[in-house]
Every structure is written in structure tokens, then in C-alpha cells.
């Protein structure tokens, strides 16, 4: 600072002396001016000394002054250098440091010796390239204030301020830099922008916002948190009456009111309101508000605005909570870390029995009924300790002593720190469902007549049996039984000695088997006997014997003894199959076996039955093809008026053409038909096939010509409308409704409902006539033949086979032609195959008679040519 001292110096003395010559350059010319100031000077020469001596003066004078402000501006300009708060830099026009004060010395860390050999861009970072444009910007000449970084002596950088501006000392180019270390300043203006950061973050997370309100102007103002809750974009100035219109009327009245409260009487509000937001979604707002008052007016409102959506949620959420807690039908129980009951519901109190008071502060071992053990305890608590819940079924005491079971929930609360602070207990009573459920599993697994196990839980045991026998390296037995003719006693005596006799037939099956065994009933009249456990197979024939022995007995029913015998089926593990579902498919062709011979008998299942039942399933497989296939023909054998010989009659016989089994015979399929259900569809094709059949017959041949149909019971029971299209179609196609016989058997007779009986008299009284076929093998009651005046009786071909004139089937048909001839019935003889068999018919008045004796059942074709006379 010294030069630069000492060059202003210079400065300062050359202006003034300047001025010094010109003014005593003037005194020196201007003898006038002296002579009319002072006219009494003696001579010229006085006037020369005077303005020497005046001269002499002034140029003192001068230098006096000139020293004078020398020294005072030299002292100014060393206080601003040495007491500066500010570095002071002056660089030379190539950068080289010249001066520098004190503060700049300490700032950089530089010694005055080492500042001598500075060059600017020492003192800059090493990214710096322009040392000029880094202290004077791009303002050179006008001088410029800029921050930037510069770099200390340790080479650590610093913020920086520099005030810069070009100097001309002595005709040279200078640049003096003024510079501020502003690092202190920027570090708090830093922490000022991140509090504001802070404040404007904690704002939001609040959902909290200022506001004032000019009451003199009616503008206000607003945060930008504020504006996000009522969802419009931040704007400095907004009016009154534009931060109303986001409420509804109930509460803007209340606003409204408050606010005005406070401009008129400087009353402050504090509001909890709900408002609609520009995007339509309702909150929930805490508002308060401070009037500004000075000189006794409200010139301000200040105050600020909360979203409190959240905690009126979690309010709500806590009422309910309270509700659910007091209201609930289910117990609940809350207890702390260490098991003492806190706080139950009212429904524990009805549950248990115990009141608040009376439970507070103990541990729910008040409540235990001692049917569970330590172990079950130990588990719950293990599993309580691992995952914080359980869940399951516990037997407690109430207050009076009396044991329940509850269903029970437990669940645990855990502070931050993953301690247990609460457990949470949930259970009802569920003493009645478990009574309720054991009535439900015995229904579900066990017959309600006999008290048996049902088909769900035979299956079950079998299941159960099977597993047994492989691990004990054993046999076991499955036994089909199937009572015989008991639809005919049950329909006889009706359904409630029916049950009754199964129950009975139940006591005996139970006391034939072995207390290991198992006795099940699948429904109707079938029950299944499982022999476990067997070593050999004598068991097994020893036991079916034991059965058949016990049904040899008749039963009591009402006041009648009643026989009634019992078909067996019987199948071998592990040698017939190794699953249940095949020892039960297994047992029951055998028991089918055990029929045909003749019922009341066991059968043992063999390879030939699996045979016959695959056979069984093709040929049912293939049967649902042969309608659509048209591979069903109907034939027709006639039925002769023995006493004239005339045909005019015949019996419609349906035979498939199977495509590559060829002829198969009714008694193959029909059985199959009616099964399946099949014979609906086929017996109304027959029907409609036959009537068109008829009706040509009776163009060509007969006018009155007849053909016989039959129609199986499952038609009758499928169907129960079916006559009605029948007759429909017989009318429609001007054909008498004699045209058609309907050819029924006894059986049908035997088990008539309302609809069947419906669809008899439907027949009788639009005029079909009916047949009552195979006459004599079962057991019709004459009542059945007046009721449904039938038309025809067919003798079965067993009575007509073995004719002759002594003989006891001469006498029955003798028998039944006469009272079929009673009762105005017309009678048919089946199975004619023998000159002696029509004459011995003929002579006891038998109406009609069919059999090969007359001709086999012929195609239509063949038919028609064999009535060619």
C-alpha cells in the first residue's frame, strides 16, 4: 500500500500548484488592479515589492495546505487499508500482486514477503483459465460485484465477493479488487433456505398453512400449504370471497359468522370445518384466527389452516372401534405384557358370567375348565411367541361352573421396538355349533333309519380297512346284499312297515358279523358288510351262510309274518381288486348273480362276471348311437283269431342292427334302455313307427287293423304327459284311437301313483285300448283289471309251453279265460307253437293266439306279404 500511497501523494500535490502559477502569474501582470486598490502606493516599485512579498504568501499559503491535506488524506486512506474489514488486492495490468492490506494477508494466509511474489491466479482455483475475467467479469471499466471462489494458501477454497474496478495511476493500468470472504454468510443463508425447506416440509406433513386477511382492502393471502388443501394452485392474493366458496352452506354460515365476529369485536375463532376442494374431494379443515387490532379497529386476521382429515378419520375410526368393542357378540378380552387383564366387553360379561370389576387385574386362568392339558398350553404359547397369533378351539368355565367351548383369536400388539405391549382375545361360544356339527356329521356319515354308517362313511372305512390289510400283510371281504321282493312287500304294506322292516333287517345283519366288521347301508333295500381282518376266506362263506340264516326268519310286520330273503354278492381283497370303488362295483354284479339264480343265496365275484359287466358298459355305450343311427327296425308278429283264423291284429317287436355285432336281442338291450333312461325316446319312436306302420295296414289289408305296442313302466314314470302326444298324433293323422294297444305289464299295476293311474285312465278314456302282458307271472289284483278297464289279458308263453289236456296249466288258462270273459276281457295266448296248443285254446274260448306256430316276427315288408291272401 505504500506505492500506491505515495503515487496519490504525487497526485494530490499537482493539482493544487497548477492553480498556484496561474494565480501569481495574474498578480504579476495586473499592476492596475493594485494601483486601484491601493491609489495611495508611492510608486511602481512598491508595487513590484508588495506583489513579490504577496506572492511569497500565497505560495506558503499553498504548500502549507497542499502538506496539510496530504498528510490528513494519507492517514484517512492508511485507516480504511489497515482497519478494513474487506481485503483490499491491486494487481498490475499483467497480474502481478502490487499491494494488498492486512485484512488480505490474513484472509489468503500469506506472508507480506510471499504476498510480493503472488500472481492473481494463485489466488484463484485451478479451474480458473482468465485471471482478468475472474476479478473483473465482463464490466472491466464500469467496475462489477460478483461472488466467486478463490483459494487459499493451504489450497483449500473460499466464498468470495469481489467488488472490482480499473485504476489509471501514473499512467499505468491498475485493478484494485475489493474482496469479501462471504463462506459464513452463504453457510447461513444455507441453513435460512433449509429451515425454510424444513418449515415449508413440516407444514406439509402437518397439512398446515398460514393466512392473513386484509380487512380495509378484502385481499388476502395464503402458503402454499394451504392452497394445496383446498387443491388450487399457489397465488400470492386471493379475496374473501373466493376462500369461502369451497364450503357448503352449513358451513360457511359458520364461517361466515366467526369471521365476521372477529372484524367487528376482534374475537378470535378456532373452527373445525368440512370443505369441498377444487377437485372435488372433501376434507376436513382445522381453521384459527387472531385479529390484528390497532387503536382499538381490527385492521388484520391472521391465522392458519389444518387438514385434519386423518385424524377425523382415525376419530371415527376410534368411535367405531368403541362401538365394535362394546356392541360386538363376540367376547373380547385385552390383556397386558404380562397377562393381567385390562379391559372385556359386555359380551364377555354375558358369556362368562363375570362382570369388569370382577376380571380387571387378574390373568385369564379365571376362566380355565382344566380339560386342556399343560402341553396344549405350551403349544398355544409357543406359537403366541413366534408368529404374535393363534387361532383355535378351547373349553372354559364360566362364573356358575358350567363348561363351554369357545373359539378363540388371539392377537398381539408390539410397540416400536417389537416388545409385546397388548394381547387381543377374540371368542364365542360355540358349544351349541359343536352340538349342531356332531348332529351334522352323523347325518352326513350315518343312515337316520337304521342308525348304520351311510355310503360317505363306508366309503370312509373301506378306505380305511384297505390300508389296514396292506400293513397287516391281510385279506378283507366286501359283501353286497340286496333284500329280495322288498318293493313289493314295501308297497304292499306301505312305506312305514317298510321301514321297519329294514331297521329289523339292520339287528340282524349286526348280530351276523364279528364286532370288527362293518355293516353299512347305501340306501333303499342294499346294505354292504365289510370283513376285516381275514387270515382266510372260510370266515367269509361261514358269515354269508350266518346272514342267509337269519333272514330265514319271517318278520312281523303289523299283524302279518312276512318273508323276506336276502341276495349276496361277495368280492375278495387284495385277489378281486385293490381299490374300494372296484371291490364295491365287484360285489354288487356278483350279488346281481345271486338274483338271477334264484335270490336268497350267495355268489362269489369271478373274472367271467368282469366280462360280462365291461360287455355290459360297450353294449350301453353303443345303444346311445342307435337312435340317431337308425339302426333300431321294428318287426311284427301277428295275432290270430283262433276261431276264424283271420289276422287282424299284430305286436310291434323292436330289434337293433347293431354295425358290427349284427342281430342283438331285446332282452340284451331293453334292460340297458330302461336304465339309461333310453326307452323314453326309444318307446316314442316305436310308438310313432308303429302308427305310421297301422295306418298302411289298414289302407292295404284291414280297416280296422290293430297293432300292439309295449310301453315300459320307465316310461311311465319319465313321462308323465307322454299319452297326451299320443293321442294327439292318432287324431292328427285320422287314425282311430284303436289303431294303437298299449301293452303293459303287471308289475305296473302293482306300484301305480297318481300319475301313472292319470296316464291308464287317459288312455281309457280317449279310447286306446291296453294289454295287460306276461298275465299270470305276478301278482295283479282283479281290482287293478276293473279299475283301469283293461282290454286285453296276454298268458304268459311259461303256461302255454307245456300245454296239454290234464295238465294244471290247462286248467289256469281255462281259469283265466273264463274270468277274463267275465269281466268283458278279450284273452291272448303267447308262445303258440303247436297244432295241440291252438286247439286245446281254441276249445276253452281263448280270443287270440300268437307264437311261431303262425309266424315268427317279420320285417314290415315280410308282414305285409305274409297277410297277401
Known amino acids: 500500500m505504500k506505492l500506491f500511497s505515495r503515487k496519490l501523494r504525487y497526485a494530490a500535490i499537482r493539482i493544487p500548484l497548477i492553480y498556484c502559477v496561474f494565480a501569481v502569474l495574474w498578480i504579476m501582470a495586473s499592476d492596475q488592479t493594485l494601483a486601484l486598490l491601493l491609489p495611495e502606493a508611492a510608486s511602481i516599485t512598491h508595487f513590484q515589492t508588495l506583489k513579490g512579498l504577496l506572492f511569497i504568501l500565497l505560495t506558503a499559503a499553498l504548500l502549507y495546505h497542499l502538506i496539510h491535506r496530504q498528510q490528513l488524506l494519507a492517514s484517512r486512506y492508511n485507516s480504511l487499508t489497515v482497519h478494513a474489514n474487506d481485503s483490499i488486492l491491486l494487481f498490475d495490468h499483467q497480474g502481478k500482486l502490487v499491494d494488498a492490506n492486512d485484512r488480505a494477508l490474513r484472509m489468503y494466509g500469506y ?71 462471504i463462506t459464513e454468510r452463504l453457510r447461513v443463508v444455507e441453513k435460512l433456505r433449509e429451515s425454510e425447506q424444513l418449515l415449508a416440509h413440516m407444514s406439509a406433513i402437518a397439512h398446515i398453512g398460514g393466512w392473513e386477511f386484509d380487512v380495509e382492502t378484502g385481499i388476502g393471502s395464503w402458503t402454499r400449504e394451504v392452497a394445496h388443501i383446498h387443491g388450487v394452485e399457489f397465488k400470492d392474493n386471493i379475496s374473501a370471497e373466493f376462500g369461502l366458496g369451497f364450503y357448503e352452506a352449513e358451513s360457511r354460515e359458520k364461517i361466515e359468522a366467526a369471521i365476521q365476529q372477529a372484524i367487528d369485536h376482534g374475537k378470535p375463532y378456532d373452527l373445525e370445518l368440512e370443505l369441498v376442494t377444487a377437485r372435488g374431494i372433501r376434507k376436513w379443515v382445522r381453521t384459527v384466527c387472531t385479529p390484528h387490532i390497532i387503536d382499538g379497529r381490527v385492521l388484520k386476521l391472521q391465522g392458519s389452516f389444518q387438514d385434519i382429515s386423518d385424524r377425523k378419520v382415525a376419530e371415527d375410526k376410534m368411535r367405531l372401534a368403541t362401538l365394535v368393542f362394546e356392541n360386538s357378540s363376540e367376547a373380547i378380552m385385552v390383556v397386558d405384557a404380562e397377562s393381567q387383564i385390562l379391559s372385556v366387553n359386555p359380551a364377555f360379561t354375558e358369556m362368562t358370567g363375570y362382570t369388569a370389576q370382577e376380571v380387571v387385574g387378574k390373568t385369564p386362568k379365571i376362566l380355565a375348565s382344566g380339560k386342556q392339558d399343560r402341553k396344549f398350553y405350551e403349544e398355544m404359547w409357543h406359537l403366541l411367541d413366534s408368529n404374535g397369533k393363534w387361532q383355535g378351539e378351547v373349553w372354559n368355565r364360566r362364573k356358575n361352573g358350567e363348561s363351554y367351548a369357545e373359539w378363540l383369536t388371539i392377537d398381539t400388539i408390539y410397540n416400536e421396538h417389537g416388545e409385546v405391549i397388548r394381547r387381543v382375545a377374540l371368542f364365542s361360544d360355540i358349544t351349541k355349533n359343536k352340538q349342531n356339527q356332531e348332529v351334522i356329521w352323523r347325518q352326513a356319515n350315518f343312515d337316520q333309519l337304521t342308525g348304520l354308517p351311510n355310503r360317505r362313511m363306508l366309503h370312509d372305512r373301506l378306505n380305511q380297512e384297505i390300508l389296514k390289510a396292506d400293513r397287516n400283510h391281510q385279506m378283507l371281504a366286501v359283501l353286497f346284499l340286496d333284500l329280495d321282493r322288498f318293493k313289493e312287500v314295501n308297497d304292499t304294506y306301505g312305506h312305514l312297515m317298510g321301514d321297519q322292516l329294514l331297521q329289523e333287517s339292520a339287528h340282524r345283519l349286526l348280530h351276523s358279523v364279528r364286532e370288527c366288521d362293518t355293516v353299512a347301508r347305501l340306501g333303499g333295500d342294499e346294505f354292504v358288510v365289510i370283513l376285516s381282518g381275514l387270515q382266510d376266506k372260510d370266515v367269509v362263506q361261514d358269515i354269508a351262510q350266518s346272514i342267509l340264516k337269519k333272514f330265514d326268519t319271517p318278520f312281523q310286520l303289523d299283524n302279518d309274518l312276512t318273508h323276506v330273503s336276502v341276495s349276496i354278492g361277495i368280492t375278495i381283497y387284495p385277489e378281486d381288486g385293490n381299490a374300494g370303488e372296484v371291490l364295491f362295483k365287484n360285489a354288487d354284479q356278483a350279488m346281481y348273480v345271486a338274483k338271477n339264480n334264484g335270490r336268497n343265496r350267495y355268489s362269489y365275484f369271478t373274472a367271467s362276471m368282469q366280462a360280462h359287466a365291461q360287455n355290459r358298459m360297450r353294449l350301453s355305450n353303443d345303444l346311445h348311437l342307435a337312435l ?127 300319475s301313472i293311474s292319470a296316464q291308464l285312465l287317459g288312455f281309457r278314456d280317449a279310447g286306446v285300448q291296453v294289454a295287460l302282458d306276461d298275465f299270470g307271472t305276478g301278482y295283479s289284483s282283479l281290482s287293478y283289471l276293473k279299475k283301469f278297464d283293461i282290454d ?66 317279420l320285417p314290415a315288408p315280410a308282414f305285409e306279404a305274409y297277410l297277401r291272401p
Not at 485471471?131 to 466464498?159: M, P, V, Y
Open 792 to 857: 286285453y289279458l296276454k298268458i304268459d308263453r311259461i303256461f302255454v309251453r307245456n300245454l296239454s289236456r290234464n295238465s294244471s296249466d290247462m286248467a289256469l288258462c281255462e281259469a283265466i279265460v273264463m274270468m277274463a270273459h267275465k269281466l268283458d276281457i278279450k284273452v291272448i295266448a303267447e308262445g303258440i307253437e303247436t297244432e295241440e296248443q291252438r286247439e286245446l285254446l281254441q276249445q276253452i274260448g281263448c280270443d287270440f293266439g300268437q307264437g311261431y306256430l303262425f309266424s315268427p316276427p
Open 628 to 754: 340317431p343311427g337308425q339302426q333300431f327296425e321294428l318287426y311284427y308278429q301277428p295275432i290270430v283269431e283262433l276261431a276264424t283264423g283271420q289276422v287282424h291284429k299284430a305286436e310291434a317287436l323292436l330289434r337293433w342292427q347293431h354295425p358290427t355285432r349284427g342281430m342283438i336281442p331285446p332282452d340284451n338291450f331293453i334292460p340297458l334302455a330302461e336304465e339309461t333312461g333310453l326307452i323314453v325316446d326309444i318307446g316314442n319312436w316305436v310308438f310313432y313307427e308303429a302308427a305310421r306302420q297301422v295306418k298302411r295296414l289298414q289302407s292295404l289289408h284291414h280297416a280296422s287293423f290293430q297293432i300292439s305296442i309295449n310301453k315300459s313302466p320307465v316310461q311311465f314314470h319319465n313321462e308323465t304327459h307322454g299319452h297326451e302326444a299320443w293321442i294327439s298324433f292318432l287324431l292328427m293323422n285320422d287314425l282311430p284311437r284303436q289303431s294303437i294297444v298299449v301293452e303293459i305289464t303287471e308289475g305296473l299295476l302293482m306300484h301305480t301313483d297318481e
Open 111 to 181: 506472508t507480506r514477503d510471499q504476498m510480493q511474489h503472488i500472481h492473481a491466479r494463485q489466488l484463484l482455483p485451478d479451474a480458473a483459465s482468465d485471471w482478468r475475467s475472474c476479478f473483473l467479469a465482463e464490466a472491466q471499466h464500469n467496475g462489477i460485484i460478483f461472488e466467486s471462489e478463490h483459494k487459499h494458501a493451504d489450497g483449500s477454497t473460499f466464498s468470495v465477493e469481489v467488488s472490482a474496478c480499473l485504476l489509471k495511476i501514473g499512467g499505468s493500468d491498475y485493478i484494485q479488487a475489493i474482496v469479501r470472504d
